[in-house]
């Protein structure tokens, strides 16, 4: 299956929109981007045929994979000056980069892209900033089975914030973090169908425009995913992942088991 890369946007709560910046998927956790860690998730399942969706920062995507080093995260062995590669990250990879604007919403990102998806009844999608262990296999085939049009993972809200129960008359009746409440926030993570693109308006958005009308006619399916998930909306974040990597805690990077 092809999957779609959504990696063109400011990344404004990550306070990146200046000139010149390098953009969010491409901010380093260990010495890879976090573009890299989500590519190398679908490609340990098998899925290796990508179509990014550039916008802003496009230069430091196309640069990176034009000049890429394999030497980077790979083995090798240096003999007489050349350069004998032990094992490769990309040489399997096929990456269509397309530029879909610099102000486009995700929804109009990816009814840019849809020339490139011809023929693919089912394909995947993602934010490309946010890394998780989730079983593909299994949101696959747990989607292939049912009649929806689209399917996005969910997962608990994040957080160490707690709801507090209020009476009227003010008193507390009830503690519980938000990440033990009952509710679910989208996890980035889709497996789409052709029809996604009957609910996309032009400059809508995927998950306010299309995926609402799915849920209305229910034909939206949500895969609950209580495992590891790490979004990276703020510099904090980003850096508490490349810590995390220092110190080879990096649950997200199944390849490396």
């Known amino acids: 299956m092809k999957v779609v890369l959504f990696c063109g946007g400011y990344g404004t709560r990550m306070r990146i929109g200046v000139p010149g910046e390098v953009p969010k998927p491409m901010q380093l956790v260990g010495p890879r981007p976090l573009l890299w860690h989500v590519m190398r998730y679908y490609a340990h399942f098998g899925h290796t045929d990508f179509v990014l969706c550039l916008g802003y920062g496009a230069q430091h995507i196309t640069e990176f994979f034009l000049n890429y080093q394999e030497t980077v995260s790979n083995d090798f062995v240096l003999r007489k000056g050349e350069v004998e590669m032990l094992s490769q990250d990309t040489s399997d990879w096929s990456i269509s980069f397309v530029q879909t604007g610099i102000q486009s919403p995700i929804g109009e990102r990816l009814r840019r892209v849809r020339p490139y998806l011809e023929g693919e009844e089912i394909f995947l999608a993602n934010y490309a900033d946010v890394l998780t262990d989730a079983p593909l296999p299994e949101i696959i085939d747990t989607f292939t089975g049912m009649d929806a049009g689209a399917s996005m993972m969910v997962v608990p809200p994040p957080g160490t914030f707690h709801c507090i129960d209020i009476t009227d008359d003010g008193l507390a009746r009830d503690i519980v973090p938000v990440s033990e409440m009952p509710i679910w926030v989208n996890g980035g993570y889709f497996v789409l169908r052709q029809e996604i693109f009957d609910h996309l308006p032009e400059n809508g958005d995927l998950v306010g425009d299309a995926c609402v009308e799915l849920s209305k006619r229910g034909r939206l399916m949500a895969y609950r995913h209580r495992?590891?998930?790490?979004?990276?909306?703020?510099?904090?974040?980003?850096?508490?992942?490349?810590?995390?990597?220092?110190?080879?805690?990096?649950?997200?990077?199944?390849?490396?088991?």
């Open 227 to 257: 495992g590891y998930w790490r979004p990276t909306d703020t510099v904090n974040q980003r850096i508490e992942l490349d810590e995390a990597y220092s110190r080879g805690d990096r649950p997200w990077a199944l390849w490396e088991t």
